[in-house]
């Protein structure tokens, strides 16, 4: 099993829709979990990060790590057009040297 | 303030040649990080530096792959011979380690399509 797990989509939703993107993880010792964003021939930009278990909010995202299920989510209100992108999940490595992706939910929003 | 820098954005090339990947981390920053990414198997790590010194090459495919870090501000992944099962885009990140974190900033990245 891979350590990271993502449904790679694609997901395609109105503008102004409500977008949830998953990810699970297998390793119960990762301590906190990052959501990078990625448009399309871009590299990967940092969008949220949130420890342990709970909700992190800013603007329009939240994030949420549910550690007993081992499940991690990002939440997007009011999606935008802007939006339309590869969304990662990640967290570090047990030996904190680099960090462990997902494969990426690719998101579409139509205006 | 200039982001990671990497070159070239796009290569092409045949079959065993060599392909040499550039990379120039954000001034300051002590960890780089080299990745592959495809569709199959998303973005996996190749091999992490800190302070120049290579600390994690288990991501290295195989001998065919090498990296260097020169200096603080500079690093290459070399290919050599190149295989058509090595196009993917490579990109390079950097951090400031032991800071906050941990946040990796990623270049542009740099497509490599060998026939």
């Known amino acids: 099993q891979k350590e990271v797990e993502q449904d790679p989509g694609p997901l395609s939703v109105p503008e102004g829709a409500i977008v949830s993107l998953n990810c699970t993880y297998s390793?119960?010792?990762?301590?906190?979990f990052m959501w990078y964003r990625q448009y399309s021939r871009k590299g990967p930009e940092l969008l949220m990060y949130t420890y342990s278990s709970g909700n992190k909010e800013d603007g329009r995202f939240t994030a949420q790590v549910d550690k007993s299920s081992k499940y991690i989510s990002l939440f997007i209100r009011d999606s935008q057009p802007s939006d339309s992108a590869t969304y990662l999940c990640a967290t570090p490595n047990q030996a904190g040297t680099a960090l462990i992706f997902g494969k990426g939910t690719t998101l579409s929003v139509s205006s | 303030d200039a982001g990671v820098i990497q070159s070239p954005r796009h290569e092409v090339t045949e079959m065993g040649q060599e392909v040499t990947l550039r990379c120039k981390p954000i001034s300051g920053h002590n960890s780089l990080f080299w990745y592959r990414q495809t569709m199959m198997r998303g973005l996996e790590l190749l091999i992490y530096f800190n302070n120049n010194v290579p600390i994690d090459d288990s991501g290295m495919p195989e001998d065919r792959f090498s990296a260097k870090m020169p200096n603080a501000s500079f690093s290459t992944l070399k290919i050599q011979p190149s295989e058509p099962r090595d196009s993917a885009v490579y990109f390079c990140?950097?951090?400031?380690?032991?800071?906050?974190?941990?946040?990796?900033?990623f270049g542009p990245g740099t497509r490599l399509t060998v026939l």
């Open positions: 990140a950097s951090r400031l380690a032991g800071v906050g974190t941990d946040t990796q900033y």
């Open positions: 390793n119960s010792a990762f301590q906190y």
